[in-house]
């Protein structure tokens, strides 16, 4: 497997994640970045995910990863900044942060590759692609149930 492979793969670890998600969440591409091996791919969430309702997303990912036989490798369960850090079974590893204003964030790093050229994801944000802005904005956009209880 080369770097652009294992971008595709990353990308398609984060493709199946966010389709679990129901209701829908709005995401972002965040940045793609290279080592001398390894690639990692990043989705940041741009729907509101308020403090009451960060234990249920948390849940719906938990669920979904160990279902797919995912290895759990840390839960942090602070609660304004939780996380779950696993791994798939063939080496990938996936993160989910939770940041400030509830943004989550989603990251998945490959596992050392052969070394190749690494194109932008193919797969389209299903929001604003905020294309050149580093960083991202907060999450600003409300779910009737994600936001709940969000000011």
Known sequence: MNMQEAADHADSILDAVLKEIQPEVQWA??????????????????????AERRGSFLGVVDRFWRKGGYRIKAINNDV?????FAQTKDGFGVTLSI??????????????VEESEVAESSTPPNGP?????????????????????AS
């Not at 990692?40 to 969430?45: E, H």
């Not at 692609?129 to 209880?149: K, Q, T």
């Open 80 to 84: 304004d900044v939780p996380a779950i």
């Open 129 to 149: 692609a905020y294309e050149d802005v580093y960083p991202l904005p907060r999450p600003n956009v409300h779910s009737d149930f994600w936001s709940a209880g």
């Open 99 to 112: 940041g400030g204003k509830g943004q989550a964030f989603f990251e998945v790093d490959s596992p050392c």
């Open 29 to 50: 591409h965040g940045p793609t970045t290279t080592g001398s091996c390894d690639v990692t791919r990043r989705r940041t969430v741009m729907t509101i995910v308020s």
